[in-house]
């Protein structure tokens, strides 16, 4: 297949148009299982006793997941090889808001309906700060994220993932490391297609091995009852969102941490893919693109949606960048949302085939913030650089709960990521020796030695 390879700067892609159809549905899929995981978890975790105990529905957020991620790509002009999957910043907002005495008498079903209306004006959220950066101009605003914050924030974005990956393979071990030795054989020594389906690969023959565990009378790692009772076809249970002051008071600040999140996050994608997203099509559309795609969802009942690290981590592994591959799973997952029995399929996945995927692609996103880092030759002889890099890993690994605090009787937490990143760009914003351009070639941070002050 090198004759289906392109040069992006000094490393080789593949050229999607060069792969058929038949190829392109396969690396979809590819996509398609990287997020499902994660994506229903979301539900899951939202309807479990000792969460918030709310009604979410898998299926109404597998809909909205596929959808929101092609709204995305029509506000980024289809540029954007991204998937937007549930988030996770907001499942401490579902229990807050679940616990609010104002709601004490409430359904179930209406304490969703409140936290739901919260999140579409988180998803608003996103229009306001797109607009100013619009006026601004995202050069100005970019001033503040050097490759000296961005780089640690990705770096952090798989590292924070990590414990997930390894909690998840740890339910199996040897399931784990068998899909880890798939991915790790497939795209090392592997040819032609095999090389750029890892994952997919990874997860078809360690979720056969549980299989085959399982109906050999060993350890039960695969559920059938999810498979055997669901219906072939069914449709979503749609929720509408409702309005009040005390739930949006709880989810609508959590936005503050996404949107650092989603700078993090397309920082990841564009030095994947060796292109400025940031800067074309702009943050700003990114930006309106994904609070669309949270608005909307939460409108009818599904949660907040985000850029998804696990497809940045397929990206980089399978070298494929067309977003045309990252919307045709979008489409699969808006026909699973119509198909109970194969969202059993896949939701009866083990979750140590999970684990052992995951164990790669969130390793891969760290190492894409390490050559962000390099590239840019961000100089850490400098103290300047030294010090934002330093704050920026103890906050995110530091603060594994986040900061809980209260304005007007109601608690918001800044998850550990989203105050890493307003740390690294206050510190920025405030030593002396900002010299870094947007958009240009970083050559030397000049003044980046605050000895010379």
Sequence with gaps: MSDEKVKIGSEAVYDASKLGIGRMLILGLQHMFAMFGATILVPIIVNDATGANLPLSIQTTLLFAG???????????????????????FLGGFSAVSALPAYATYSQEDKLAYALGGIVIAGLLYFVIAIIIKVCGVNRVMRFLPPVVTGPIIILIGLNLAPTAVDSASTCWPIALLAIAVIIVCNIFGKGMIKIIPILLGVLVSYGAAVIVTLCGGPKLVDFAQITSADVV????????????NAILVMAPIAVATIMEHVGDMSAISATCG????SDPGLHRSLMGDGCATALAAMFGGPANTTYGENTGVLALSKVY????????????IVLS???????VIGAMPSSVVGGVSFILYGMISAVGVRNVVENRVDFTKSRNLIIAAVIMVCGLGFKSGVTFSIAGTDITLTS????????IVLNAILPGNDYKFGEDVTADKSADMGSY
């Design 417 to 424: 990521l989203a105050l890493a990143a307003l740390a690294g």
């Design 234 to 245: 069914g449709l979503q249970q749609f929720t509408l969102a409702k309005f009040d002051i």
């Design 322 to 333: 067309d977003p045309k591959v990252v919307r045709l799973a979008a489409l699969y997952a």
């Design 338 to 344: 119509f198909s109970p029995i194969f969202a059993g």
């Design 275 to 278: 292109k400025n997203f940031i």
């Design 67 to 89: 959808i929101g991620t092609l709204l995305f790509h029509v506000f980024t002009k289809f540029k954007v090889p991204a998937f937007l999957g549930s988030s996770f910043a």
